[in-house]
C-alpha cells in the first residue's frame, strides 16, 4: 500500500522548478566550486546544469543571455553531460592541455551537446583569469533555432582544472546588451579557497 | 500477483487521469501580454508591416527527434498565407507588404524572425509559466508589467520606414509519428511515465519599430489546426490572432491596405 502512495505522490506531484536569485555586490560560489564572483547587478540561477561542475545564470532566459560557469573540471572529464556516448562522445578536458586548446574543447563540445553546425571562432588573447594566467577568445555560432549568438569566454588552467566562464547572447541586441556585466563578473572570479577537493 | 495487477490497474486509471487532464493544464496557461501603456490607435491609422510567417512543419521520431519536412513545410507555408491574407482585413490597420526582401534584407529578416522566435519561447518559459518566473522579473509580473523587446534595431528591417508596427508570426509543428504515438500510450499505461507527441507551437507578435518593444505576443506551445490543411490553417491563423489589440468588431469599419 505504501508502495502505491509513493507511486501516487511521485505522479501527482507537479514538476519542481526553482530558479535562485544571485544579489548585485555579494560574493558567491559557483558551478558546486572554489570559483568565486561578485556580479554588479542581481542574475538569475538556473536550475538546471549543463553539466557536473557547471552552472547558468541569465537575464531574461538562458536563449537570450547565458552566463555559464564551470568550475574546475577535472582531467578527462567532459564539459556537458554525454548526449550519443557511443556514436558522438564529447571531447574530454585533459590536465596537460593549453589554455589555447581551450577554445577548440568548447567548439567541438558544443558541435555535440548543442547541435551547434556553425561555430566561428573570433578572437583569442591571453589574459588572468580567476588570478592566473588564462585566456580570453570571442566566438560566434548558429545553433538548432538558427539564431546567430555571439559569445565571449575567459578561462584558466588552475592546478590542472579548467575554470571557465562564457556569455553567449544573440547578436543582435542581446550580446550587447549584458557584455558589460559579464566581463564584470569575469573580473572579480577569484578562486576562494586553495584549489583542493574532498 | 493480484497486488502487481492492481497496482497496474492504479497507474493505467492515473495516467488516463493525466492524459485526459494534460492538455486543459496546458491551456489553463496564461497566452496573451501587452505591453504596459500600450494602446492601439482605434481610428485605423496604424501602419502594420507584415512579414512572410515563418513556418516549419516535420515529423517526430519515436525517439522524439524532429525530422523536417519539405513538402509539409510548403503546404503549411500556403494554407498559412492564404489564411492570414483572409485575417489581415479584420485588423483595424492600414497593412503594409513589402516585395520578399533578397540579399542582406532577407537575411537580416531571418534574423529577426529567428530572435523574434527566441523572444517568444522565453516569454512563455519565463513569464506565461508562473511556477517558472525569474527571480528578477518576479516584481515586474506581479504588477502585470511585460517588457521584451527585439532592440532598437528593427528600425533596420526591410520596409520599417513605411510602419508602426510589425507583426511577426512563427508557428513549428512536430507531428508525432505512430512509433512515437505508440510509445506514448505505452509509456503512460505500463510505466506511468508522460511522453509528449508531437509539438505545435505558434507565436504572433506586434514589434515597435521605434524601439523594438513588443507591445502584444500571443505565444503557445501546444496551438491547434493542422497547419497542413487548409481548414486548419484558418483555425491555427484564427488562434495566433486572438485577443489582437486592434480586431475591429464583426460589423465594425476596415482598414485600408497601403502597398
Redesign the interface.
Known amino acids: 500500500m505504501h508502495?502505491?502512495t509513493l507511486?501516487?505522490a511521485l505522479?501527482?506531484s507537479?514538476p519542481a522548478?526553482a530558479?535562485?536569485?544571485v544579489p548585485a555586490s555579494t560574493p558567491v560560489n559557483v558551478a558546486r566550486s572554489d570559483l568565486q564572483v561578485s556580479p554588479d547587478r542581481?542574475?538569475?540561477k538556473l536550475d538546471a546544469r549543463p553539466g557536473r561542475n557547471s552552472e547558468t545564470w541569465?537575464?531574461?532566459?538562458e536563449?537570450?543571455n547565458d552566463v555559464s560557469f564551470y568550475g574546475g573540471t577535472e582531467n578527462n572529464r567532459t564539459l556537458f553531460r554525454e548526449v550519443d556516448r557511443r556514436n558522438r562522445p564529447l571531447p574530454r578536458f585533459t590536465s596537460t592541455m593549453l589554455p589555447t586548446d581551450i577554445p577548440t574543447l568548447l567548439e567541438n563540445s558544443y558541435r555535440i551537446a548543442r547541435d551547434v553546425s556553425i561555430f566561428t571562432l573570433d578572437s583569442q588573447e591571453p589574459i588572468r583569469f580567476a588570478g592566473n594566467p588564462g585566456i580570453r577568445f570571442t566566438y560566434s555560432f548558429i545553433g538548432r533555432?538558427?539564431?546567430?549568438r555571439s559569445g565571449e569566454a575567459h578561462a584558466a588552467i588552475i592546478d590542472g582544472r579548467l575554470y571557465m566562464a562564457t556569455f553567449e547572447a544573440?547578436?543582435?541586441?542581446?550580446f550587447a546588451?549584458g557584455i558589460a556585466a559579464f566581463r564584470h563578473i569575469a573580473a572579480s572570479a577569484h578562486i576562494a579557497r586553495p584549489a583542493r577537493r574532498r | 500477483m493480484i497486488r502487481r495487477s492492481r497496482l497496474l490497474a492504479v497507474l493505467v486509471f492515473i495516467s488516463s487521469v493525466f492524459i485526459v487532464a494534460l492538455p486543459s493544464l496546458t491551456h489553463a496557461q496564461e497566452r496573451t501580454a501587452v505591453r504596459q501603456g500600450f494602446s492601439f490607435p482605434n481610428d485605423g491609422s496604424a501602419r502594420i508591416l507584415v512579414f512572410r510567417p515563418d513556418v516549419t512543419v516535420g515529423a517526430q521520431s519515436t525517439g522524439g527527434l524532429f525530422e523536417p519536412r519539405a513538402d509539409w513545410t510548403e503546404q503549411a507555408r500556403g494554407h498559412i498565407g492564404t489564411a492570414l491574407d483572409q485575417a489581415l482585413p479584420t485588423l483595424n490597420a492600414q497593412i503594409v507588404r513589402i516585395q520578399e526582401p533578397i540579399g542582406s534584407d532577407a537575411q537580416l529578416l531571418r534574423d529577426y524572425s529567428a530572435l523574434f522566435g527566441a523572444v517568444s519561447q522565453s516569454i512563455i518559459n519565463y513569464q506565461f509559466f508562473v511556477g517558472n518566473r525569474l527571480e528578477t522579473k518576479k516584481r515586474d509580473n506581479r504588477e502585470n508589467v511585460f517588457e521584451w523587446t527585439l532592440g532598437e534595431g528593427v528600425r533596420t528591417l526591410p520596409g520599417a520606414d513605411q510602419a508602426d508596427y510589425a507583426l511577426f508570426i512563427t508557428t513549428e509543428d512536430h507531428y508525432g509519428s505512430t512509433g512515437r504515438k505508440l510509445l506514448q500510450i505505452f509509456a503512460a499505461a505500463a510505466v506511468g511515465v508522460g511522453v509528449t507527441s508531437g509539438l505545435h507551437a505558434g507565436y504572433a507578435g506586434l514589434v515597435d519599430l521605434q524601439t523594438g518593444n513588443l507591445v502584444w505576443i500571443n505565444a503557445d506551445f501546444a496551438m491547434g489546426g493542422d497547419v497542413r490543411e487548409a481548414d486548419g490553417a484558418v483555425r491555427r491563423v484564427s488562434q495566433l490572432l486572438e485577443d489582437f489589440p486592434g480586431t475591429l468588431p464583426i460589423s465594425g469599419e476596415r482598414g485600408g491596405a497601403a502597398q
Not at chain 1, 541569465?58 to 532566459?61: I, M, P, Q, S
Not at chain 1, 533555432?145 to 546567430?148: A, G, I, R, T
Not at chain 1, 544573440?170 to 542581446?174: D, G, L, T
Open positions: 508502495r502505491i507511486i501516487l505522479i501527482s507537479s522548478f530558479n535562485d536569485l542581481d542574475w538569475n541569465t537575464l531574461d532566459g536563449l537570450l533555432d538558427n539564431l546567430h544573440p547578436s543582435i541586441h542581446y546588451n
